[in-house]
């Protein structure tokens, strides 16, 4: 698209899962002017997948009316590398994209400057400009889906790590003799409470029943009805939970943590066993007035955390 | 002592411990000018505590040069709260100071400003101003004594928390089948990596030897001779360590962890455990470059920190 002044209103969200992108032009309220979702090819090489975003994003600048966005925020999986923008580590699902600096691809296609964050953390920064996190200073966005993501705010500012690294939750270490993970640690909170996880110990449980449910929120479904196997799943992975979290209030005192991702969808199927089981594990007097809330950006979390990081770039 | 100006190159630093309190006059270096310790009894009421403590500061004072400090620094164990001063919890081994104001007696008392702040707290922000600290922006102090306590330093701040009761890294349970705590949780860190826990595992394993080590220092020069059960009981306070803090490398994404309290004068003995097994438990990427060393500043960390307290509070 041709060169164009840069609005000082508007900035661009992207957000790279394993099947789509999705891409918005967000105001400065949060609002989403336009927006599109470009299906991705996870195993395609980067340029395969960079150019479909480049072209929908230019559509969706063209959709809003026109004038470029006055940056480009970008989130995806892994590790990123703040200066860069390259993901640098924890990609192994979309695999192209290793190593290869999305923002720095787009700022040259597009004509605006663009940076990049991992997801979770940016879906933490958007819960607290736009979402559950607005009424707290400090607190831990867990993203519970297929894997296990956290981002964490801390003082009213996203704590992104020395690196950019921080919020992996997800590898917090939960028993030394719990099962192995593909992150080389073993007993991590992923093992017992992502989805896959949920699943896994619903067809343990379930016996002849175990056909009924595929998914974490078939079994959510089976829980709330009050089907046993499925209740005891979602308090297998509200224990490990309230483990994980215990830890994270006994160690920063947060004040609240906020549950997104698929598995969020749940609703208190999933975070009433966190809530229960996080009086164990928490001090007594760290978790006296702590909440346990559902994010409530859902599906747009990443896009409007990705914009938000735009915002914060561009200095407010 | 009689009310005169306050010197604005001078603050005191006061660390009160289970037998004895440490006071100190401390410039902006970090140098303490004049020093003395006053023995406390623990059980002892408010008052019997507080106003030996008063004296003992208005003769260091004194011994330096007179001209009362521009402030007061004042840390104990337990949970500080820090608008009023006052131990809010945690305090079991101290109980007279349980919802009292130290640094409200001590200002009333001295006429200078006072603050007050935990232990372990102050010790992290005394090895960022003063010590091991100090090459590193974003850290964890560990303090390993009769029980775990924990400071985090977060881009080169002391990290407090909402309340101001962050750190408390010994109660970060490690395994939810673990031995019971008196916080109330399970498997928490310090059943498994205090000075008494390393005694404990000692005897446990060391069979007919057992009467040759009675502190985790004696386990622990057993340890450095090669003794086989000497090393199993560090061995294993290194893998609950390494798991606790591995946990915490893939949170916060720090760069070091900072070992101090008694039970670090083991040296390489305790630390070269909790390096072999953070390789376990914190994720590759983040575990590159990290670094466990030991604290410092030793006994006078808590005292250097409480008066580096009352430089922040006085600003600067």
Redesign the interface.
Known sequence: MARSARRADRVAGIDLGGTSAKIGIVDRSGAIIARDRVPIDARAPFERIVEPIAEGLAGVIAAAGGGLPAGIGYCCPG?VDPASGSV???SENIPGMAGRSAPAYLAERIGAPAWADNDATCAAAAELAYGAGRPF??FLLVTVGTGIG?G?V??GRV???????????G???????GPACP????GCLEQYASGPAIVRAWKELAGPRSGEAESPLDVARLAAAGEPAALAAFAAAG?ALG?AV???V??????ACIVGGGVADAGEVLLEPLRRELR???????AEGFRVVAASLGNDAGLLGAAALAWERLGG
């Open positions: 590790f640098v580590g924890g200073g400090s956290g964490l801390l003082g704590w992104r790590g020395a690196r950019g690294f921080a919020g992996e939750i590898h917090v270490s939960l028993d030394p003799a992150c080389g640690s073993r224990r483990q215990g830890g994270v006994n160690l920063l005192d947060i004040q164990t594990f928490a001090y007594p007097l760290l």
